[in-house]
């Protein structure tokens, strides 16, 4: 009797297991335009963008993309593309999409990924005037955030020259086993000749605490504090951190964030560059969820900042001091998109921030 309950009980585990990874497909089939979409829910897909090309157009259901190098390959002219896990972890196993040139078009193509701060090729590919099929096979696990890949074409006969891309797909599996902590976003800026770091959690499990790691160049972290975490709560919790001696030019920063077994994941990488004392809006919790919000201004006299809204629009708001330094901001907007604005010796300063009212 105990050896056949044993026995269900393993295929009861192996059966959850098999079934503790999903697989998922983001694909971008631009039909007049560069929306990406998943099959999963717990992966989202960016639209496709471009820097240093322009989109010509969408014939026959494919995005053609224009002025490409026509030399070597220039990481200034790309296309980028995105899939972001959503409370789960992922594996990214492959990349594939359909392609082909005009025949002014650049002959080679070329793919990197932001694991590695794009600075290698996952894969290369001869582009032919005919529509063929590339594939690159990638072994990036566990991921917790964004993943972003750039194409890269280069050697065009002509800059005129296009290329077409269409069926571009992303392919990997979720890990259906949920986060000890949700990281709603981590951010930093210059502030007061210092960097001040800024994260949220939108629930935490077992969550011991937050090393706070920089480095100069992406390939050794120092940590510079330990911060305790709240530990357990379905609530939102809001940290921050000042690196009072920040590097000269930029500072990479990344949180190790350590549960109470001593097991660790690290967030995505960040990077703020340090250069001089300029004036500063600084926006605590960016969505805000309250009525009040928090900042903290340099240089920006308080009684001169404006509310605008995404249509220029301007809108009542008063203040209250706190400290030197911060001040608590109150508005009866509704929810939306906002412009903080402040003047400083004739120039103007502005901070983004998105309301979202109870």
């Not at 090729?121 to 972003?148: D, M």
């Not at 502030?191 to 100069?216: C, G, K, M, P, Y």
Request: with cysteine; glycine share 6%; net charge neutral.
């Amino acid at each position: 009797m105990y050896k056949w309950f044993y026995i269900c009980l393993l295929v009861s585990l192996v059966a959850f297991t098999a079934t503790a990874q999903v697989s998922f497909v983001a694909s971008w089939d631009f039909n007049g335009n560069t929306a990406g979409s998943s099959n999963n829910p717990n992966i989202s897909a960016s639209s496709l963008g471009v820097n240093g090309v322009t989109i010509a157009g969408y014939p026959s259901n494919a995005v053609s993309l224009q002025f490409w190098p026509t030399g070597g390959l220039s990481t200034s002219d790309y296309c980028e593309f995105s899939v972001t896990p959503q409370n789960y972890r992922a594996n990214i196993t492959s990349v594939t999409f359909d392609c082909n040139r005009s025949a002014t078009g650049p002959v080679e193509l070329a793919i990197r990924s932001n694991q590695d701060n794009f600075s290698s090729n996952i894969g290369t590919a001869s582009l032919g005037t005919n529509f063929g099929n590339a594939s690159f096979s990638v072994s990036f696990n566990g991921l917790e955030n964004e993943v972003k890949f750039r194409i890269y074409a280069y050697a065009a006969p002509n800059s005129a020259g296009t290329i077409r891309l269409d069926n571009l797909k992303v392919n990997g599996t979720v890990i259906v086993v949920p986060l000890p902590v949700e990281l709603a976003y981590f951010r930093g800026q210059t502030f007061d000749n210092q960097v001040q770091l800024t994260w949220e959690t939108t629930w935490e499990r077992d969550a011991s605490h937050f090393d706070i790691q920089r480095s100069s160049d992406l390939k050794e972290f120092v940590t510079l504090q330990t911060l305790p975490a709240t530990g357990n709560t379905r609530d939102r919790s809001r940290y921050i951190f000042a690196d009072l001696f920040p590097l000269p030019g930029p500072n990479y920063y990344r949180l190790r964030q350590t549960d109470i077994d001593g097991k660790y994941e690290y967030s995505k990488i960040i990077s703020v560059n340090f250069e001089d004392d300029s004036p500063q809006i600084l926006v605590f919790g960016n969505p805000t969820f309250t009525q009040d919000f928090k900042v903290r201004l340099h240089k920006v006299n308080p009684a001169e900042l404006l509310l605008f809204t995404i249509n220029s629009q301007s809108l009542p708001l008063s203040f209250q001091q706190i400290s030197t330094n911060d001040y608590l901001l109150q508005t009866n907007a509704p929810s939306g998109w906002y412009w903080i604005v402040g003047q400083y010796q004739n120039q103007r300063i502005s901070q983004k921030v998105l309301l979202l009212k109870p």
